[in-house]
């Protein structure tokens, strides 16, 4: 086995023992896409953005999720996926960039 096939099955073990733990039974995470917002976030804005990032991606998925709306998956990528197109702006960016606060809401 290879040593990304043994970190991709770790975390794989990680992901479904937090699941358990939190009772978010349901969720199949998709790793890849998490890892991969991370290691861009970490390039365009710190190191530390890469974990920062991970959070509030999962928590705007939760929420959209918890409306009813969309399933946790589909939630997930979307969020991932602004989140990504946010980290092209890089660390210069004004915080109102891109978000709800631009819109009539």
Not at 61 to 87: F, I, P, W, Y
Request: charged share 25%.
């Amino acid at each position: 086995m290879s040593e990304h096939e043994d970190e991709k099955r770790a975390l794989d073990r990680w992901s479904h023992r937090l699941s358990n733990a939190f009772n978010i039974l349901d969720l199949q995470s998709d790793n890849e896409l998490i890892l991969e917002l991370a290691v861009k976030s970490a390039r365009s804005v710190s190191p530390s953005a890469g974990p920062i990032s991970a959070f509030y991606v999962g928590y705007a998925a939760a929420l959209a999720a918890t409306s009813g709306h969309v399933d946790a998956q589909s939630a997930m990528r979307s969020a991932a996926e602004k989140a990504m197109k946010l980290c092209e702006d890089g660390k210069e960016a004004e915080p109102g960039n891109g978000g709800w606060s631009e819109t009539a809401q």
